[in-house]
């Protein structure tokens, strides 16, 4: 929160707050970032100061009267170990599924049989680890024209280094696999084949 483009985006997250409109904001370690921290312009030093922190403290974390200002709502990871765990799991795979627009897809791709055990094992539910699996897999199926999400599939794509305890799982990397990339010949217009579901019905 040091450089002046910090304090601008201080200055339009304070005017969120005069909208008669609830706003829901996501980012990761909030808090920890100091992007909801009042600074001050030093002109003899010529740089942003941070004040010192007042003593209220929500979570453990001391916090200023800007950030008591938003209610921060704290979201980990999926646990799969209790039924009402695999039930929110399942919940959120079956949301995704009902966006993809796969041509072979459908009910169930995501959340039938041993797909749903797959999918936490590779993301350990981590839902930025699951996004881009997701997303780097539906690709994937259009480029080859499988236009379906599987095991066989999935187990082609990488991210980052899944099994490395040393590895952000918040800033997945994706690895080049052989044989990768786009295939030749004519590809399938990703963003304009769906006609939504008044046409389908129709």
């Known amino acids: 929160m040091h450089r002046s483009d910090d304090q601008d985006v201080l200055d339009l997250i304070r005017s969120l707050m005069s909208f008669q409109v609830t706003l829901i904001l996501t980012g990761v370690n909030i808090p920890g970032l100091g992007l909801l921290r009042e600074a001050k312009w030093d002109p003899?030093?010529?740089?942003?100061?941070?004040?010192?922190?007042?003593?209220?403290?929500?979570?453990?974390?001391?916090v200023t009267q800007t950030?008591?200002?938003f209610e921060m709502?704290?979201?980990?990871?999926f646990g799969y170990s209790t039924d009402q765990q695999m039930q929110d799991f399942l919940d959120h795979l079956q949301g995704i599924e009902e966006h993809?627009?796969?041509?072979?897809?459908?009910p169930g791709m995501l959340t039938e049989g041993s797909m749903p055990g797959y999918l936490y094992r590779r993301c350990q539910g981590v839902v930025g680890i699951l996004a881009r699996l997701i997303a780097d897999g539906a690709q994937e199926a259009m480029d080859s024209g499988r236009e379906l999400l599987n095991e066989n599939l999935l187990d082609e794509i990488v991210i980052g280094r899944e099994d490395r305890d040393d590895e952000d799982p918040l800033q997945p990397q994706a690895a080049l696999k052989p044989g990768g990339g786009p295939k030749p010949g004519k590809r399938r217009n990703s963003a304009f084949d769906d006609q939504g579901p008044e046409a389908a019905a129709g």
């Not at 993809?100 to 459908?106: F, N, T, V």
């Open 44 to 62: 003899r030093r010529r740089q942003w100061k941070m004040p010192p922190l007042e003593t209220t403290r929500v979570h453990g974390l001391e």
């Open 67 to 69: 950030e008591r200002r």
């Open 73 to 77: 709502v704290e979201l980990g990871t």
């Open 100 to 106: 993809l627009r796969l041509h072979k897809g459908g």
